[in-house]
């Protein structure tokens, strides 16, 4: 199966000229390029062979409808996006809760989009051990996959909270055990993300565990980026 990254922009950056200049520079097939919704137009124009991807979505199973400040999956469709990231832990710190998780996923893949439901723990479970983190992650999927989910569209992203921008990243042979664990229970490929660098990236992707990377703070960084490009092709 081909190795997929997502560049996860968040926040970033301020301007259209500057999200053209990002997706021109990273435009690879394996990539899939998530900007804030503001650019996706912009970012969608110029890209030749990267997916197009969001880092959020209504929850509302609606296409349109009277909710302010929403946007539903079918827009994002229409922009042209095939891939959304869901309850990124930057999300689940501002509030959002398992409930809305669940109804995300549901409103994605009924739109016939991919879904990428985020899960970590936080550093103090990472301290218990392996088995508290696995237990941990568990809890995060079981609402979320109970029920009839469709898993054909579905990956699972692995991203320890600890691990998010702070240059610490997993090792690999945790990563790849935690994500065989997530893979037997939601059967869906998973992919790692947690300062993901030019250097580690090549050992996560040698795992066949993993089936990719959500990359951060570095998709912001063209050249460096390109780097875990080739990695991916090896
Ligand atoms: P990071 O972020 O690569 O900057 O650690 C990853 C993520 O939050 O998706």
Excluded at 163 to 176: N, S
Aim: glycine fraction near 8%; proline fraction near 5%.
């Amino acid at each position: 199966m081909k190795k997929i990254i997502i560049a996860n922009y968040k926040m970033n950056p301020l301007s259209a000229s500057q999200a053209i200049k990002l997706a021109e520079a990273e435009d690879w097939p394996e990539v899939f390029m998530a900007p804030p919704p503001v650019f996706l137009l912009e970012v969608k124009k110029v890209l030749k062979r990267a997916g197009l991807a969001a880092q959020d979505v209504s929850a509302l199973s609606d296409s349109v409808g009277p909710a302010t400040g929403e946007l539903s999956a079918a827009m994002l469709k229409k922009l042209g996006v095939r891939l959304v990231l869901i309850g990124h832990s930057e999300r689940r710190a501002l509030g959002e809760t398992n409930e809305e998780i669940s109804k995300k996923i549901k409103a994605v893949s009924a739109a016939g989009l991919k879904a990428v439901l985020c899960v970590g723990e936080p550093l103090n479970i990472r301290q218990k051990g392996l088995s508290a983190v696995k237990k941990f992650l568990a809890g995060q999927l079981k609402p979320v996959l109970s029920g009839k989910t469709e898993t054909k569209n579905l990956y699972i992203a692995y991203e320890p909270i600890w691990a998010i921008g702070t240059g610490k990243a997993c090792g690999a042979a945790a990563a790849a055990e935690i994500a065989a664990y997530l893979s037997s229970l939601a059967g869906a490929p998973v992919l790692y993300g947690g300062s993901v660098s030019a250097e580690n990236a090549r050992e996560f992707l040698s795992r066949p565990e993993l089936s990719g990377l959500l990359v951060g703070g570095l998709s912001l960084k063209p050249k460096e980026f390109k780097k875990i490009i080739l990695d991916a092709r090896v």
